[in-house]
């Protein structure tokens, strides 16, 4: 297990430590969800239809899965500190591209969208950095007995992101386009960046042990993480098919105006932040990562299909369901990646947690072009019901209740 590095563990750098991982990592997420707010305004201003729109907005979670393991290998070798700090810096100058790109743009040719595309996917490929390491700070810098709450609050960064993008994007595309769009990221990243240069430090690391001169791989050991990497993969289905397409959901299914379509979005991504932080919590209480894990994917599930069913039979709750299906489908997240830092250890989190991260981002960016053509085929409630299917899929993978390595 790794240790916290100071002898106050519970003072105030590793909640300090910890405040900064979920500043970059949402600064990150702004720059990642920003295209996928910019769908309605694409689909209904410049006519693209929805599958395209939501290739377009796959592309920075295409970026990331490129180099979300390289960041996480990275991490394990040179530390935290300058892989969230010069990677979001990174993600800042990818962002200011789109800006540029975007603003002498001719209006909606094919090349402009390629050319928007390309600097998306540079900046997933920056902000992976936090993704990838930021939870090498909660694991270093907590005990085991408080990490269910410190990466239910690191899991916040995600919802909240995206709560800030759904609450900005719209009134900022339609008042200055896609550039002044952008621009938040530029800002957010960039200053982020800056502060986590200055004020993160490493937590301290226990001696490498080795197998044959090189550390043992918690790979060889078991099944235990390829199918935690597998559940989270399968139930970051339902959670992008919404965070993707619950914007224009709201706008063309359920009659309400971009504005207040983005405040009800900007809201569940809120609760669904409280919700990781309750679920982390729950994991505390219950000694237990997976059970809970197990919980939350049935519970996707249920939710999944009263979506579905709301929107086929018109229910005036199918808001109010959207709500409650963000904050399920994004609880799981903490626990996941919780387990997985504990079982690989602090000599191999980082590439574990880059692994975890690359399959949950390989499968978010299939959903914006499969569930933007399955939309256009058979509609919201069948491709609901399809993400539900997925997260049914997960229940018995969830493995049993796991020992936490303290030697890697």
């Known amino acids: 297990m790794i240790r916290a590095s100071h002898p106050d563990s519970l003072g105030v750098t590793p909640w300090l430590m910890l405040a900064l991982g979920v500043l970059a990592q949402a600064a990150g997420t702004v720059l990642i969800s920003t295209p996928a707010f910019l769908i309605p305004f694409l689909h209904t201003e410049r006519g693209l239809d ?70 998306f996917l540079l900046g997933g490929m920056a902000s992976a950095s936090a993704n990838a390491a930021s939870g090498r700070l909660v694991v270093g810098w907590f005990p085991r007995h408080r990490r269910g709450l410190a990466m239910g609050i690191r899991q ?12 900005t994007i719209p009134a900022l595309v339609s008042s200055g386009g896609i550039a002044a769009a952008q621009m938040l990221s530029v800002v957010l990243c960039g200053m982020l960046g800056v502060v986590c240069l200055v004020l993160l430090r490493d937590p301290a690391r226990l001696p490498r042990t080795t197998v044959g001169g090189v550390s043992e791989s918690p790979y060889v050991s078991g099944g235990r993480l390829w199918r935690i990497h597998s559940v989270s993969m399968l139930l970051v289905i339902p959670q992008f098919t919404i965070s993707t397409f619950g914007l224009v959901w709201l706008i063309t299914e359920q009659s309400l105006t971009a504005a207040v379509a983005g405040i009800v979005v900007g809201i569940s991504q809120f609760v669904g932040a ?135």
């Open 156 to 167: 916040m960064s995600q919802p909240l992101g995206v709560a800030v993008a759904a609450v």
């Open 274 to 408: 409280l919700g990781r932080i309750a679920v982390g919590v729950l994991s505390d209480r219950v000694g237990s990562r997976m059970r809970p894990l197990r919980w939350v994917a049935i519970a996707a599930v249920v939710v999944m299909v009263l979506l579905a069913a709301s929107d086929q039979i018109g229910w005036p709750v199918a808001v109010a369901v959207l709500i409650v299906a963000t904050t399920i489908s994004v609880a799981d997240n903490g626990l996941a990646f919780t387990a997985v830092a504990e079982i690989a250890g602090p000599r191999w989190s980082g590439r574990a947690l880059g692994i975890q991260n690359t399959g949950q981002f390989v499968a978010a960016s299939a959903v914006g072009p499969v569930a933007g053509l399955l939309i256009g085929v058979i509609g919201y409630p069948l491709t609901f019901v399809a993400a539900a299917a997925c997260a049914l899929l997960a229940v018995p993978l969830v493995p049993n209740d796991h020992v936490e390595h303290t030697d890697r």
């Open 50 to 119: 929805l599958s395209s729109a939501g290739l377009l907005a796959s592309a920075p979670t295409a970026g990331m899965v490129l180099t979300l393991v390289a960041w996480g290998a990275l991490a394990d070798r040179i530390g935290e500190r300058w892989v969230i700090g010069g990677g979001t810096l990174l993600a800042a100058l990818a962002a200011a591209g789109a800006v540029l790109v975007s603003g002498s743009a001719r209006g909606s040719a094919v090349g402009d969208y390629l050319a928007l595309a390309v600097f």
